[in-house]
């Protein structure tokens, strides 16, 4: 009997469609209920805010100071290339200075490098040293090419170092009379420009040196490759003063050369200051790259 009332409903449905009417009245009822169906929401129930910016951790603040202590090496080092040419200026200016009388306490020209002073005496010719080998400082201030190892260079000689006996003083000092080529080594060859009596000329102070890095010892007691003062002085028995006898246009042909003062001032801080300025900008770069916009390479 269901089978028979399910396929009675089929059969009625069916006829009713056939129904011109019915038929329009089967589409408007569908339209219908097409019409009032909700639209999906595809939504999620999760919120979709836009993304906090990321801090800057304790670690990151930390690495700034790299590029800032490099750009404070750097601002210092701009002080520093200033007084350092200020200084050399200094100096010069003290060598075209007015001469003064040598002081009664020689401990006072530990504070007078470079000062300009007058001395009278007479050179212990016996007691002669060598410094060198050394290439000559011309009078315009320009240097011959001589060195340790160009032995023929006709620019390579010896400073002169002699032993000087203060007039009305027990004091000697030792005073560094100039360049001498190699052929004018010996005294012998010089003989006309050894004077044996008084003498009075004007000197530069200077101190002793250290023994540069890579130097080797001194060749003899009277052959020296740098200023060193205490050996020196015990040799010869001076006191601790080194004088730089300046250049004399009317001194014989053949002797010492004056005029060999070198203003021994290293000026390197233009590259320390570029240097540290350089690495400033570049960990700077690589900071804000890393830590502020977190960027791979």
Not at 56 to 84: E, S, Y
Not at 145 to 173: C, E, H, K, M
Not at 252 to 281: C, E, K
Request: charged content about 25%.
């Amino acid at each position: 009997m269901l089978r028979l009332s399910t396929q009675m409903c089929r059969q009625g449905v069916w006829a009713l469609s056939r129904l011109p009417s019915s038929r329009n009245a089967l589409q408007t009822v569908t339209r219908k209920m097409t019409q009032q169906r909700a639209p999906a929401d595809w939504t999620t129930s999760i919120r979709t805010e836009p993304k906090e910016k990321e801090k800057i951790t304790a670690l990151g603040w930390f690495l700034l100071l790299i590029p800032a202590t490099t750009f404070g090496l750097g601002c210092w080092q701009v002080k520093r290339k200033i007084w350092k040419e200020q200084l050399i200026k200094d100096l010069h200016e003290q060598l075209n200075m007015a001469a003064v009388e040598l002081p009664e306490n020689l401990a006072d020209l530990s504070h007078m490098e470079y000062r300009l002073v007058k001395v009278r005496g007479r050179f212990l010719h016996d007691k002669e040293m060598r410094m060198g080998p050394r290439s000559l400082i011309r009078p315009d201030g320009g240097e011959t090419q001589g060195g340790l190892f160009s032995q023929r260079d006709a620019g390579n000689g010896y400073l002169i170092v002699t032993p000087f006996q203060l007039s009305n003083r027990d004091d000697i000092v030792l005073i560094n009379r100039g360049w001498v080529s190699r052929k004018h080594v010996d005294p012998e060859t010089r003989a006309l420009a050894q004077p044996q009596t008084e003498v009075e000329l004007t000197a530069v102070v200077r101190q002793g040196e250290a023994r540069p890095q890579f130097t080797p010892d001194h060749k003899s007691a009277n052959m020296y490759l740098y200023r060193d003062l205490p050996r020196m002085c015990e040799s010869s028995g001076a006191a601790h003063v080194f004088l730089d006898a300046v250049y004399d246009p009317q001194a014989m042909s053949g002797g010492p050369i004056g005029g060999q003062t070198r203003v021994t001032l290293r000026n390197d801080h233009m590259s320390y200051l570029v240097t540290w300025f350089s690495l400033s900008a570049a960990t700077s770069f690589l900071w804000y790259r890393q830590i502020v916009k977190r960027l791979a390479f």
